[in-house]
């Protein structure tokens, strides 16, 4: 009986395990963009049938970490560099909206929040753990966005964030090398100061040079040539 309500268990449950490790691995690049995410394959290495393989896929597909093709296989999403400018103008609009909309309407506890996910990326940072880095990262900005009281506006921005994730992975390598890792905490504490003191004009203008950076140091990286250790892949090519 024991057997069988474990087999319950794993049924119902097992998806998670292989998205939460799948998604790790993507965004850590350790399983890089293009790379081909074979269902059969994936159900050996967790030791399962193929549905829970197949139900993480999915959940990954929502958070457009992985793509299906044509040919109905699934491949990890490419990196699209050549609509970078796109993302970051978009990623722009949507950072300056929340963040005025939390200066303008923030409660004292949502102060607190994210206060304490800015301490929590601080934290992060000491790691020099990457993909820590990028989830406080993300949960900072959320923490702004959720006191904006603007749920649509929220759900984009987290979209976009989700999508920027891996790289906000190089981004953080090329600030390990370049040694300017500390801009990240100090625009964060500049926002979290704007919001508190209610200046909705200097939290705009905060995170708008907050994106700027983020995209002149990843055209940096890109110029530097240290993605030729890292395929930014292709749709066009894995088909």
Same mark, same amino acid.
């Given at each position: 009986?024991?057997?069988? %309500?474990?087999?319950?268990?794993?049924?119902?449950?097992?998806?998670?395990?292989?998205?939460?490790? %799948?998604?790790?691995?993507?965004?850590?690049?350790?399983?890089?963009?293009?790379? %081909?995410?074979?269902?059969?394959? %994936?159900?050996?290495?967790?030791?399962?049938?193929r549905s829970p393989v197949r139900e993480a896929l999915i959940r990954l597909a929502g958070e457009d970490l992985v793509v299906t093709l044509s040919n109905r296989s699934t491949i990890?999403?490419?990196?699209?560099?050549?609509?970078?400018?796109?993302?970051?103008?978009?990623?722009?609009?949507?950072?300056?909206?929340?963040?005025?909309?939390?200066?303008?309407?923030?409660?004292?506890?949502?102060?607190?929040?994210?206060?304490?996910?800015?301490?929590?990326?601080?934290?992060?940072?000491?790691?020099? *753990?990457?993909?820590?880095?990028?989830?406080?990262?993300?949960?900072?900005?959320?923490?702004?966005?959720?006191?904006?009281?603007?749920?649509?506006?929220?759900?984009?921005?987290?979209?976009?964030?989700?999508?920027?994730?891996?790289?906000?992975?190089?981004?953080?390598?090329?600030?390990?090398?370049?040694?300017?890792?500390?801009?990240?905490?100090?625009?964060?504490?500049?926002?979290?100061?704007?919001?508190?003191?209610?200046?909705?004009?200097?939290?705009?203008?905060?995170?708008?040079?907050?994106?700027?950076?983020?995209?002149?140091?990843?055209?940096?990286?890109?110029?530097?040539?240290?993605?030729?250790? *890292?395929?930014?892949?292709?749709?066009?090519?894995?088909?």
């Open positions: 009986m024991s057997e069988e %309500l474990e087999s319950k268990r794993v049924r119902g449950t097992g998806w998670k395990n292989v998205y939460e490790t %799948l998604r790790g691995e993507i965004l850590a690049l350790t399983l890089p963009p293009g790379q %081909l995410l074979d269902e059969t394959t %994936l159900a050996e290495r967790f030791d399962m049938s990890v999403a490419p990196i699209e560099v050549a609509s970078f400018p796109k993302y970051v103008e978009a990623l722009d609009v949507a950072q300056r909206m929340n963040t005025r909309l939390a200066a303008a309407l923030r409660t004292d506890a949502d102060l607190k929040i994210i206060a304490k996910r800015q301490k929590e990326f601080e934290a992060a940072v000491k790691t020099n *753990v990457h993909l820590k880095m990028s989830e406080a990262n993300k949960q900072f900005h959320m923490a702004i966005a959720y006191a904006g009281k603007n749920p649509y506006l929220a759900s984009f921005y987290e979209r976009l964030l989700n999508q920027g994730q891996r790289m906000l992975h190089l981004h953080f390598e090329y600030l390990e090398r370049t040694g300017d890792g500390y801009l990240l905490t100090d625009e964060h504490n500049l926002m979290l100061e704007a919001i508190r003191a209610k200046d909705v004009e200097r939290a705009d203008e905060l995170a708008h040079a907050h994106t700027r950076q983020f995209q002149d140091n990843f055209i940096s990286f890109l110029r530097e040539n240290y993605t030729t250790d *890292v395929s930014l892949g292709s749709r066009a090519a894995a088909e």
